[in-house]
Every structure is written in structure tokens, then in C-alpha cells.
């Protein structure tokens, strides 16, 4: 079982910055890959950013590509997802994710263990 708490959500200004941390607990985390994704009102689940169960291969949306930056603190359970240059489209109910063994974390399907959620606003 892998039980996963976001935290670091809030609302910002266009061009301003947070960081979202996803604490995880369960003996099994060390070995999944985890991914971040994302839920506007209206919209479906989307992938946002994963990173390999060693801290590899990170991947990103198009979109937030060179804004946002994905890792992972494999000592303390943690992934963190650091979001700059933020923009009122990045404004969603921001997930963490496990995904199931062998799987890249990159699709809602992969994902076995969710988080409840980080709101992030941004607007001006």
C-alpha cells in the first residue's frame, strides 16, 4: 500500500513560482516511477510530469517544458515538482501519482496510488 500527501499549492501572480511536495509512505515507493498531472474544471486528468522510481528519465508536457522541473528525494519519499513562469492556464487541482510497477507514470492509466490533490491559481 502507498499512502501519497501533496502540500505547497496556493495562488500566485503570473510569472511567480511554487513548489509542490508529495510525500509518500509505503515500503513499495522506492521502486515506481511518479508522475504529476493536473485537472481544470471542465477538463479531463492531464499528465503534467514523471520521473523514473531512481530519479531518471524525467518528462515532461510540452507546455510546461523549461518552466516546471520534476524530482524526487528517494531517502526522504519525496517528489517535488518546482513550477516557475507560471501562467493562468497552469491554474488546476494538481494530482501526484504511483504508478504501478514497470509502468513510466506518464498516463492516468499507470497510476495505481493517488494523491488528494494541491490547488494551484494562478491569476492576476
Known amino acids: 500500500q502507498v499512502q501519497l500527501v501533496e502540500s505547497g499549492g496556493g495562488s500566485v501572480r503570473p510569472g511567480g513560482s511554487l513548489r509542490l511536495s508529495c510525500a509518500a509512505s509505503g515500503r513499495t515507493f522506492s521502486y515506481r516511477a511518479m508522475g504529476w498531472f493536473r485537472q481544470a474544471p471542465g477538463k479531463e486528468r492531464e499528465f503534467v510530469a514523471a520521473?523514473?522510481?531512481?530519479?531518471?528519465?524525467?518528462t515532461y508536457l510540452d507546455s510546461v517544458k523549461g518552466r516546471f522541473t520534476i524530482s524526487r528525494d528517494i531517502g526522504k519519499n519525496t517528489v517535488h515538482l518546482q513550477m516557475n513562469s507560471l501562467k493562468p492556464e497552469d491554474t488546476a487541482l494538481y494530482y501526484c501519482?504511483?504508478?504501478?510497477?514497470?509502468?513510466?507514470?506518464?498516463?492516468?492509466?499507470?497510476?495505481?496510488?493517488w494523491g488528494q490533490g494541491a490547488q494551484v491559481t494562478v491569476s492576476s
Open positions: 520521473i523514473g522510481w531512481n530519479g531518471g528519465d524525467p
Open positions: 501519482g504511483a504508478a504501478k510497477p514497470l509502468d513510466s507514470g506518464v498516463r492516468p492509466s499507470e497510476i495505481e496510488y
